[in-house]
């Protein structure tokens, strides 16, 4: 269930309660692919880092360990050791995005595994039976995600088996929440508006799933290189057509400013790896913009990340020595950067909820959104 706490504008401060404890949003979401953040955190470490939110994968959970693994061990709580929320994508996007192989029909879609190349199929109800098993907090409907741009009749075909799709979703949903041996019988479900770039498209999609309420609409097939402002004009013409009284994700985006912007215009829920992948390569992000640690400058520098920041990493080591851990192929560089970088995500989303809390989002935003892409 979502309440809204306050608006300011388009943007929401909210409260979304889910089985596993309440998610304050805006938040975001932290992006634990295999059960773990790549750099070496674990779910441990991400109660110290403000985390509300584990997402994990249902495409690379089914390929390795396999989910019905996972439910033998007591579903994604019980094997990753995170107690909160947790969500479970679709495992849509990755099948169009690395299986190099795929044939979509009504039925789902055939796919190659990334990993040995073997034949697997998934469809909506397959999708439902992973997410399930995993026992996540919420699932995500199966979709087709197309590229940008592609063929505008393509674009409402695949619209329109995506609709088709998550009726199917929901369906069996319904039955898989209702067997005895259900790890999870409140198991949540998000739709996702798809329709490319086109704004008719991604409306009427809107207006469409809109009437089936669920728990959560997300927007998904944005942030694959098409340019910010598309997106940006995209959420501002679809926003109005999500149901008011129901949470609102952005998959996949983004960095701090495409946050900011996105928040300002009505979104609630965040993804992305980028503060993750970017740690593990030096960039770490700061109140004074983006940082990157391979430079020589740094090597020298006994100050820390952020001298803003209060996260265990900048109150207790130096630019010099997580640059150098870096540089030596250390693990403990990128666990450093990472931490970071995920502390700062969520701080942001924390002093974007008192901002709205304050009344006094709307200056925050005008001040930030110039500062927070800068390269220092």
Partial sequence: MYKII????????????????????PAFMNVATCGAIKGAVSALDLKNIKCQV???????????????KVKTLG????????????LTDSGGFQVFSLAKLRDIKEEGVTFHSHIDGRKIFMGPEESMRIQSNLGSTIAMAFDECVENPSPYQYT???VARTTRWLKRCVTELDRLNSLEDTLNPKQMLFGINQGGTYSDLRINHMKEIAEMDLDGYAIGGLAVGEPTEVMYEII????????KDKIRYLMGVGTPVNILEAVYR?????????????????????????????NAKYELDPSPIDPHCDCPICQNYSRAYIRHLLKSGEMLGMRLAVLHNLYFYNNLMEVIRHKLEAGCFEDFYEKYRKILGVRI
């Avoid at 094997?79 to 909160?84: A, D, I, P, S, V």
Wanted: glycine content about 10%; hydrophobic content about 30%; aromatic content about 10%.
């Fill in 266 to 294: 009505g979104i609630d829920l965040f993804d992305c790896v980028m503060p993750s992948r970017n740690a593990r390569h030096g960039q770490l992000f700061t109140w004074d913009g983006v940082r990157n640690l391979n």
């Fill in 236 to 243: 501002e013409n679809v926003e109005p057509f999500a149901p």
């Fill in 156 to 158: 409402k075909d695949s």
């Fill in 75 to 86: 579903g994604l709580h019980s094997f990753t050791r995170w107690n909160g929320p947790i």
């Fill in 6 to 25: 306050k608006q300011e504008g388009r943007a929401r401060l909210g409260e979304f309660v889910t089985p596993h404890g309440a998610i304050q949003t």
């Fill in 54 to 68: 584990q997402l994990c994968n249902t495409y690379h959970l089914h390929l390795r360990p396999g989910d019905d």
